[in-house]
């Protein structure tokens, strides 16, 4: 067995172990909310993804950054169909979703 291959098999023990432990803790798998992350843009869609970021999830609540106010804006118009994408995709529980809206420093 390589180095590498006992790398991979004690980091999917470590990823076993979080998951247990955020179960016992009455959180949502490890599994699930890398999931939202990682496949954000198949669950939103590409023009959402482009705009809103998800940045964590706390207590069933996503919270979300934007550059625009006015993402922020459609992402409350939008807020139960990214909901039920996320259902849809994960078995993560979401029940509301925040928005931040993060302008960047202009640039000079």
Same mark, same amino acid.
């Given at each position: 067995?390589?180095?590498?291959?006992?790398?991979?098999?004690?980091?999917?023990?470590?990823f076993d172990e979080?998951?247990?432990?955020?179960?016992?803790?009455?959180?949502?798998?490890?599994?699930?909310?890398?999931?939202?992350?990682?496949?954000?843009?198949? +669950?939103?869609?590409?023009? %959402? $993804?482009?705009?809103?970021?998800? #940045?964590?999830? !706390? =207590?069933? @609540?996503?919270?979300?950054?934007?550059?625009d106010p006015a993402?922020?804006?459609?992402?409350?118009?939008?807020?139960?169909? +990214?909901?039920?994408?996320? %259902? $849809?995709?994960?078995?993560?529980? #979401?029940?509301? !979703? =925040?928005? @931040?809206?993060v302008r960047h420093?202009?640039?000079?």
């Open positions: 067995m390589s180095s590498g291959e006992a790398g991979t098999d004690g980091e999917g023990r470590l979080i998951n247990r432990l955020m179960q016992r803790l009455g959180g949502e798998s490890a599994a699930g909310v890398a999931g939202i992350f990682s496949d954000w843009s198949a +669950i939103v869609g590409d023009d %959402v $993804a482009r705009n809103v970021t998800p #940045v964590k999830l !706390v =207590d069933g @609540r996503l919270l979300v950054s934007v550059a993402w922020a804006t459609q992402v409350r118009f939008l807020e139960a169909d +990214i909901i039920s994408a996320i %259902v $849809a995709a994960t078995p993560v529980r #979401v029940t509301g !979703v =925040d928005v @931040r809206v420093p202009r640039r000079r």
